[in-house]
Each structure stands twice: as C-alpha cells, then as structure tokens.
C-alpha cells in the first residue's frame, strides 16, 4: 500500500471518529438542557401562534366522570397535582415541563398529557426509559381513563376528578 493510501485511511479514520464524539456530545447535550427554543416562540414574536381571547368565553367545565387534573401517587414528587386546564401538560426534567420529576429515570421532554375530544391520552415523547401503563411500554399515544396509572421511571401519576 502506498504512503498516500494510508494516509488517507488514517485520516478518514480519524474523521468518523471525531464525527462519532461530536455527535454524542450533542445527544448528552439535548438530554441535559433540552431542545432549543427559537427566539421568535420566546418572546411571542411572529412566528408564534396567536391565540384569540374571548373576553366572555368561561372555561368550559369538565363533564361528569370526566377527569379534571393529573396527580403524582407516588415518586420523588407525591402529591403534586396539575388541573387538566392547562392540556397539554409536558411531563419531564426540564424546566419547561408542567409536571418536573425529580426522577433520574425521566428524560427532559419525557411525555405528553393532551385530550383529543372528550378523551385524554399519554403520549411518549421519545425518552430513553420509555412510558409504561401498567407494565406496558407505550409507543404511540395511548388513551387514559380515570384512574389509569402511568408510570415514568420511579413516579406513577394517575387522572383524578
């Protein structure tokens, strides 16, 4: 093999290497800090999505036997609850979350509370650990009823009236 030859071998090596590091320190980065957030959607500025205020409007009131807010059973943070109001409800280490968990098992986006209609359901939002109901793994957004338990890591929040 010529010089020439090797040369380029090491140095192409040496470039997948580099690519290889450089691409887990960003995945350690987005898991620590989270994703970025564009400066238009922070301050509101145009490429944020307008809401239209009804200055009338009264929030409509949850049905009978329908769930009104998420409560953590059992975990680092028992106790804490979030009113359903407020759909849709992250779920995770970052601070952006509505429910944060104090939980090494959580992702910094790990999941998602919305309703769809009159139903509510769970969604996983990528995170290493996965998103159980019960003892099963979700993968796509899965419905909740009153009750049901979802267990991210070591907490376990449940839909209460």
């Known amino acids: 093999m010529s010089e020439l030859t090797l040369f380029l071998v090491r140095a192409a090596y040496l470039a997948i290497l580099w690519i290889f590091v450089l691409s887990a320190i960003s995945v350690i980065r987005s898991d620590m800090f989270g994703a970025r957030v564009p400066e238009a959607a922070r301050t509101g500025g145009p490429a944020a999505p307008k809401q239209k205020k009804s200055k009338n409007k009264k929030p ?85 009823v009153l009750g049901t338990q979802v267990r991210i890591g070591k907490t376990v929040l449940e839909l209460r009236k």
């Open 60 to 144: 409509a009131k949850p049905r009978r036997g329908q769930p009104t807010h998420v409560a953590v059973t059992s975990g680092a943070n028992e106790g804490v609850t979030v009113p359903l109001e407020q759909a849709p409800i992250l779920i995770g280490r970052g601070t952006d979350a509505a429910i944060r968990l104090d939980d090494d098992y959580a992702s910094t986006r790990h999941a998602r509370i919305a309703a769809s209609g009159d139903q509510w359901y769970v969604e996983d939002l990528g995170s290493t650990n996965g998103t159980y109901i019960g003892s099963v793994r979700i993968t796509q957004p899965t419905t909740l």
